[in-house]
C-alpha cells in the first residue's frame, strides 16, 4: 500500500509542528523519519496512523483519502516507544486482542487465531512466552512482543514510533537488523520514526530529515549522507568539519587557504562555510594552497578507523580527521606534530539566517 | 511479588529499619485495632453460650443482619458503578466547574452524618420536595437505608479510583484502537482491569462505611422491627437497655461477618493484581 502525504499542517497553539509536508512513499517501502526532538517526527507518524488530526492536508492510502478515517479503521500497525502492551494479558491474549476484537462476521475462528498467534510467537522467537505477563519479559522482548501484536491484524501499513529508543544498544542493533529482514520478508510499507542517524541510515531505504517541522531532505541513505543539501542535514548526520571563508572567482578563501568551490563562480565576496565530512580530508607534510597548518592534539584509535583531532594554526579551531589504520600508519603520525590538513571534498554553502 | 517478600524477609536489605518500623506497626495496630475489638469477645464471653445464641439468633436480629448487609452490599455496588463513572468524567474531560464537582465529591466525608440523614428524609419522605412526586415510598424502606448508605460511601470509590484512572497510559489505548477496537471494547478489555484493583479497593471501603453507618440512617430508616431495623441500631437500643451482654454478642457477629468479607475482598485484589505486580 503506497502512501501519499500531502501538505499536511500541524499546530498546537502558537507552535508549528509540521509545516506543508508532502512525502509519496512507495508499496513496500521502509521509510526513516529522522530528526532531532521537536522536529514534528512524531506528530506526522500520529497523523499518519489517525490518532492526531492534522489542521490542513491529507493522508492517502493507495488511492483512498483517509484524512477523516479513524484509527480503527485505518488498518494500520503502531509500534509505541514504551511499548503499550496490556499488562494483565498474557503474551498470547495481547497478540491474539486485534483478532478476538472483530466483529463476529469478520473474526477468525478460535483455531484460527491460535495458529496465526504461534505463527507470529514463531516469528518473534517468543514461543516459550505465550502464557508470561509482559511484566516477565525484557525490553526487546517487550517491543517484539508489541511488534508481533501490531502484526496480527495484517496492517496494510506499519508505523513504528522511536521503537528501539528505550532499549539499550546492543539489542537496539540486532532488533534493527531483525526489522529489516522483517520488512525485506513481508514486504509491508512501513515508516518508522528515529532521532538517531546511524539507524535511520542502517535499516531504511529512505531517509526523510526532518527539522522544525520541516523537511530538510528526502532520499537513500547514501544520498542524504553524501550529499546532504543544506548545512543542517551535514550536522545532523555524522560529523562534520568547518572552514570559513569568502567566496572570491570561483574560490573559497581564508588567508593563504584557497580551494575550489566551481558552482559559486558567479558569487563575489561573501562570507561562506565549507563543510567535510572527517574521512573526506587528507593530513599531508608538505604545505599547498589548498591545505591548512594544523597541530595534532589527539589520536584516538579505535577499531579500523582513526580519530585525530587537530587544532588549526591559524584561527584555533578544531578539526576532526578519520584515516584507515594503514594510512595513518604510512603516515606515521605522532600526537603534537605539525601538519597540513587538506579537504578533499568539501561543499560550500552561503549562511542565511542558518546558525549553529 | 509482595505476598512472597512477606515470607522470606531478607536479613541485609538495603532498606534500614525493618525491625523498629516492623515492630512500632504492630504495636500500633495492637493498640489502636486489636485490642478494643478483641473486648468485644471477651464481653460477650462472660454470658453463657446458650444466651449469647438466643440474643443473635433473635429472629429480629437476623433480620437486621440481612437488612444491613444487603442493604450494605447494594450500596457500595451502585457506588462503584457511578463512582467509576464520576472519576472517569472528573479525570478524562475539562469543563467548567470541574473542580466544584471534584470538591463536592468529599461532601458526605466532611458532612455530620445526622445532617445527611435529616436531609435525605426531608427529600425523600412521602410529601418531601422528591418523594411527593414518587408513587413509591422512599423514606422508611429500605430503599431509603440504601440511599443514605450510598450517599455516605461515594467518596471511597471516586477517591480510589481517580488517582489510578489518571495513571493509565495513553498509549495503551491508542494501541487498542489501532488495532481495531472500539471504544467500548477499549474499556471493557483494556481500561476497565487496569481500574478493577482500585474499584475493589473502593467497593470494600464503600462496604465497610456503610455497614457501620448510623447516623444518616436512623432518621430515613423508621426502624421499623423485622422491616427497617438496621444492626447498629439494634445494638444501640441494647446498650440503652444495659444490655452490654447483648450488644457485644451482636456486635462480635457483624465484625465476624465484616471480617470474611473485607478477606475475601483482599483475596479478590491480590488474584487480579498477581499478573502484574
Known amino acids: ?356 | 511479588m509482595a505476598h512472597l517478600q512477606g515470607l522470606k524477609v531478607k536479613r541485609n536489605s538495603v532498606l534500614p529499619g525493618f525491625g523498629i518500623s516492623l515492630g512500632f506497626t504492630m504495636f500500633y495496630i495492637s493498640i489502636l485495632v486489636i485490642l478494643p475489638l478483641s473486648t468485644i469477645f471477651i464481653h460477650s464471653v462472660t454470658v453463657p453460650w446458650s444466651k449469647v445464641w438466643e440474643t443473635i439468633s433473635d429472629q429480629r436480629v437476623v433480620a437486621s443482619y440481612q437488612l444491613s448487609i444487603g442493604a450494605s452490599l447494594l450500596a457500595a455496588f451502585i457506588n462503584v458503578v457511578f463512582g467509576v463513572l464520576i472519576a472517569w468524567v472528573l479525570v478524562r474531560y475539562r469543563f467548567p466547574g470541574r473542580r466544584m464537582i471534584d470538591g463536592l465529591v468529599d461532601l458526605p466525608f466532611a458532612l455530620p452524618t445526622a445532617i445527611a440523614g435529616i436531609a435525605l428524609t426531608t427529600l425523600y419522605s412521602q410529601n418531601g420536595w422528591i418523594g411527593q412526586f414518587l408513587n413509591f415510598k422512599v423514606a422508611f424502606t429500605p430503599l431509603g437505608i440504601t440511599l443514605a448508605l450510598t450517599f455516605i460511601g461515594l467518596p471511597f470509590v471516586v477517591r480510589t479510583v481517580q488517582p489510578v484512572l489518571q495513571n493509565v497510559d495513553k498509549e495503551i489505548e491508542e494501541a487498542s484502537a489501532s488495532l481495531g477496537a472500539n471504544r467500548l471494547q477499549t474499556f471493557v478489555r483494556v481500561i476497565f482491569p487496569e481500574l478493577l484493583p482500585a474499584a475493589l479497593t473502593g467497593f470494600a471501603l464503600a462496604f465497610a462505611r456503610a455497614l457501620g453507618e448510623y447516623g444518616s440512617v436512623v432518621f430515613i430508616a423508621g426502624n421499623m422491627p423485622m422491616r427497617t431495623e438496621i444492626t447498629p441500631l439494634l445494638i444501640m437500643t441494647k446498650l440503652e437497655q444495659y444490655d452490654y451482654a447483648g450488644a457485644t454478642a451482636i456486635a462480635a457477629v457483624m465484625l465476624i461477618f465484616s471480617f470474611i468479607l473485607l478477606f475475601v475482598i483482599n483475596l479478590l485484589q491480590w488474584w487480579t493484581n498477581r499478573k502484574f505486580i
Not at chain 1, 543542517?232 to 568547518?242: C, I, Q, R, T
Request: net charge negative; glycine share 6%; aromatic share 8%.
Open chain 1, 1 to 356: 500500500m503506497s502512501i501519499q502525504i500531502q501538505n499536511i499542517s500541524k499546530s498546537f497553539g502558537t507552535f508549528q509542528a509540521l509545516d506543508n509536508i508532502t512525502i509519496d512513499i512507495q508499496t513496500g517501502e521502509l521509510v526513516a523519519l529522522l530528526g532531532p526532538s521537536g522536529s514534528g517526527k512524531t506528530s506526522l507518524l500520529r497523523i499518519i496512523a489517525g490518532l492526531e488530526a492534522a489542521n490542513q492536508g491529507a493522508i492517502l492510502f493507495g488511492e483512498e483519502d483517509m484524512t477523516l478515517i479513524n484509527t480503527k479503521e485505518r488498518k494500520v500497525g503502531f509500534v509505541f516507544q514504551h511499548y503499550a502492551l496490556f499488562r494483565h494479558m498474557t503474551v498470547f491474549d495481547n497478540i491474539a486482542y486485534g483478532l478476538k476484537v472483530r466483529p463476529r462476521k469478520t473474526r477468525p475462528s478460535k483455531k484460527e487465531i491460535e495458529e496465526k498467534v504461534y505463527e507470529l510467537l514463531k516469528l518473534v522467537k517468543l514461543e516459550a512466552f505465550a502464557n508470561r505477563y509482559p511484566f516477565h519479559l525484557s525490553g526487546g522482548q517487550r517491543q517484539r512482543v508489541a511488534l508481533a501484536r501490531a502484526l496480527a491484524v495484517e496492517p496494510k501499513v506499519l508505523l513504528l514510533d522511536e521503537p528501539f529508543g528505550a532499549l539499550d544498544a546492543k539489542v537496539r542493533k540486532e532488533l534493527r537488523r531483525w526489522l529489516r529482514k522483517l520488512h525485506d520478508d513481508y514486504q509491508i510499507t512501513s515508516i518508522f520514526v528515529t532521532h538517531d542517524q546511524e539507524e535511520a541510515l542502517d535499516v531504511a531505504d529512505r531517509v526523510v530529515v526532518m527539522n522544525e517541522g520541516k523537511i530538510e531532505q528526502i532520499g537513500t541513505p547514501e544520498e542524504v549522507y553524501e550529499n546532504p543539501i543544506s548545512p543542517f542535514v551535514y550536522h545532523f548526520l555524522g560529523n562534520v568539519n568547518l572552514f570559513k571563508g569568502r567566496l572570491h572567482n570561483g574560490k573559497l578563501q581564508h588567508g593563504s587557504f584557497e580551494v575550489d568551490a566551481p558552482e559559486f563562480a558567479g558569487t563575489e565576496n561573501r562570507e561562506a562555510v565549507g563543510y567535510v565530512r572527517p574521512h573526506d580530508i587528507s593530513i599531508e607534510r608538505e604545505a599547498s594552497p589548498d591545505a591548512v597548518a594544523a597541530k595534532i592534539s589527539y589520536i584516538h584509535i579505535v577499531g579500523a578507523a582513526v580519530q585525530i583531532e587537530l587544532i588549526r594554526k591559524d584561527e584555533g579551531d578544531f578539526l576532526e580527521v578519520e584515516l584507515t589504520k594503514e594510512h595513518f600508519r604510512s603516515l606515521n603520525l605522532k600526537s603534537g606534530e605539525d601538519v597540513y590538513v587538506k579537504p578533499k571534498q568539501l561543499r560550500v554553502f552561503i549562511p542565511e539566517d542558518y546558525s549553529i
